[in-house]
Structure formats: C-alpha cells, structure tokens
C-alpha cells in the first residue's frame, strides 16, 4: 500500500490553478444517461471516485471516452437499470444513479452505497421524495428497487437540505409531466452547477443555489458541453496549507463567492487574503490565532468537509478554538492522530475543544476517510520531522496528485 512521506518545516509558497469539483462531476456523470445521447465534460478531475463512476456507467452500457481531463459520455446505446453491489459500496456518490436511471428508464434497481465512514447517511430522504414522483420502492436486504409507470411533478418539501436528496429528486423530475418543486433544497454550488449542466442539454431548472428549486417536465434531451466549476475544498485544503505553515499561495481558477465561509474563519486566524477575478491570494501569519467557534453547516455555512483540514491548522494556533460538528456524527476520526502527534484536543460527542500549542512533532499515522487525510497532510507539513501518512488510498478519493501539487509549491512530501 503508497503511504506519503512528508518533511515538515517548509513554507508553502508558489502558485497552483484548482480543477473541477468532485462533487460537481459525479452528478453530472449520472445526469448524463438521463439524455440518450452524447455529453462532453470538461475539466474532470482524475479521481478514485471519477473513476468508479466512469466504470458504473461502462457496466451500464455508456460508451465513454477520455481526453485528458475531458471526458466523453455516449449514453445512446440501450442501458442495463442495475450496478454492481461492489462498484455502488465503493462510493456514496453511486446512489444519485438512482435518480438519473429512473428518469432514463423508469426503474432502478442499486444496493445501499458505500464510501467514508464518516456516520450514518440515510437515503430515506432521497426515497420518499422518489415516492411523491410517482416511483414505488421496495427494499429488500439492502436493496432498493424502484419501479414508476408514469413520473407525475410533485411538491416536495425536504426535511433536512440534503444534496443527495436534492440531487435525486431533481434527476428523476426531468422527464415527469408537470411542475415539480423541491423546498428547502440544498443551496450548495454543485447543485447550481448540475442545473447549467441540465440546461444546457434543454432541461427547464430554475432556483438552484435557493432552497427552492422547480423543473418543468421535458420530453426530450439534446447533446450539450459542460465545463465543471472549480473545487471550493481543494481550494480550501491548499489556503488551510498555506495558512498552517505561515506560507503564501496564489489559486487560479477559483470561484471567489463558493470559498467566503472558509476565508472567513482563515482571516478570523490571522491570515492575509485578497481576491481579484478568478484568482486568490493568501499570506499565512507568523503565528495563527485560535478561532472561537467553527460550526459546520450546510451551504452557505462553514463545509463540514473542512473540518477536519482546518483543524491541524488550529492544533498550532494561539489560544482554544471550538470545532462543533452538525452534519456527521463521526466526523472526528482524525482527531486521535493528531493526538498522536501532539496536539491537545478533548472531544465530547460532536464538539471537539483544541488548546493550541507551538509544536507537534511527526509520527506515523492513518488516513481513515478522504478529508482526515488531507488534515493529516496539512498537520505533517507544519510538524517537526518526518510524518508517515498511511492509507492514502482514501485522499485518492478526492484529490488529484496531491503529493506533485505540494511540491510544486514548496512542500517537501513523497508518495513511497
């Protein structure tokens, strides 16, 4: 297994430009099939988790094709309405399939998905707006069938702004005859990103970004090009980088207004930050500040996926932050490594109190979900000595060459 080898003690300092988002891409990949016909997406970051998507659609009878990071979906062909149980436990992002391939075909037929174990993620929210389009469920020993004679629009109101949820029930309303609106949708920017994709391809959605999303019903799809919108947490894991380390760092091809929640609380440390256009610049401080309170919240809050990355900033900083977490219920499994390296944390439930101290030292540690990962980078960046990070195979999940990344921006790190 790779495992990453990092030398901490080095500013960050150089440039880089932010790719596509992951959690715009796998998406707009399932909302492909929706068309029958051909989609061309740019700016597709090379993932673990792309690439699982990629090879769902291949079983599913899509015919692909990669360009660099550019990619190609044919969906004209006739389509299987099932995955693999072992593909769909891969990866979270597998069950938006269910609404796309309902849209498609008007059944589906996919076990529970997988991905970081970071809590419990029920999809009952996903299955009971599904419900009100007309779809009938049945599960069965992890399985979820769906079968709709007819898909008819529908009010929906959310219980909670899931982006999965939102995500599904927005596929599956595409084709269905008449108005469909979702309340107390997801306002996050993936979500305004699968609805220009859809547009473009002459789908009627209008309100993403708002709690209140409606789609007319459609009879048809045509071809359409796509570029994804740059990844606000990827731009976020490098600034936090930059920040930790007292460095500096440039970010091209950023979206400003999706990154002002983690900007915020970076100021909040110490940081310098200015933004011109598409670019972002940030002047990390000698020594960062302790942040009072960091509350993770749906968007326009504070990500719960920087949560873990703005922590290993925080171990270091001056004074006592309090990290509460109200999306995952166990979101912390980072902690006990940075522990490990020295850091004072205390953890009662979803609240995590960090007392920050001038050093921590490296150590051996694990990576045990996506986001963890990238804390334990950041923490071994700006610790004394050599930190061992292994299962790197979870960062692979949501970050393209991070180790070249870093390096090209001043980081002395290896993958081994």
């Known amino acids: 297994m790779s495992r990453y080898i990092i030398k901490g003690g080095n500013r960050i300092d150089g440039k880089l430009r932010i790719g596509g988002a992951k959690n715009s891409v796998l998406p707009i990949f399932a909302a492909s099939i929706i068309s029958g016909k051909v989609s061309i997406i740019h700016d597709c970051p090379i993932l673990k988790d792309v690439e699982i998507m990629i090879e769902m659609l291949r079983q599913l009878g899509c015919e692909i094709k990669i360009e660099g990071h550019t990619v190609i979906i044919d969906s004209s062909g006739e389509l299987k309405y099932e995955v693999s149980d072992s593909l769909v436990r891969k990866m979270r992002s597998s069950v ?62 959310l219980d909670y702004p899931s982006v999965g949820a939102t995500e599904n029930i927005l596929l599956a309303s595409i084709y269905a005859k008449g108005k469909t609106i979702i309340r107390n949708a997801a306002k996050e920017p993936e979500i305004y990103d699968l609805q220009e994709y859809l547009n473009s391809i002459g789908a009627k959605v209008s309100g993403a970004g708002t709690s209140e999303i409606t789609i007319e ?6 071809n359409g090009e796509h570029t994804i919108i740059p990844d606000r947490i990827v731009a976020g894991t490098f600034l936090t980088a930059a920040a930790a380390t007292g460095g500096k760092i440039e970010l091209d091809n950023v979206n400003i207004e999706h990154l002002q929640p983690i900007v915020a609380k970076l100021r909040e440390s110490g940081s310098t930050i200015y933004e011109n256009g598409n670019k972002i610049y940030l002047i990390g401080p000698k020594e960062n500040n302790a942040i009072d309170i960091i509350r993770t919240l749906p968007y326009p809050g504070f990500p719960t996926d920087m949560q873990a990355p703005i922590m290993s900033l925080l171990v270091k900083a001056n004074g006592t932050s309090t990290v509460i977490e109200t999306i995952f219920e166990n979101r912390f499994k980072h902690v006990d490594d940075l522990i490990c390296m020295g850091a004072n944390i205390r953890v009662y439930g979803r609240v995590a109190i960090i007392n920050g101290k001038k050093n921590i030292v490296g150590k051996e540690v694990t990576a045990k979900d996506l986001r963890g990962g990238a804390a334990l980078i950041i923490a071994g960046l700006s610790a004394e000595g050599t930190t061992i990070v292994d299962g790197v195979e979870h960062i692979d999940r949501g970050y393209e060459d991070i180790e070249k990344n870093f390096q090209s921006i001043g980081a002395e790190i290896k993958r081994d």
């Open 217 to 222: 019903g459609v009879d048809n799809l045509d």
């Open 96 to 157: 938006v399939l269910l609404g796309a391939l309902i849209a498609r075909l008007k059944k589906a037929k996919i076990c529970f998905p997988g991905g970081c174990d970071i809590g419990i993620r029920p999809i009952d929210l996903h299955l009971k707006g599904l419900e009100k389009l007309g779809v009938l469920v049945e599960e069965d020993k992890g399985i979820i069938n769906c079968v709709a004679n007819e898909l008819k629009g529908a009010d929906i109101h």
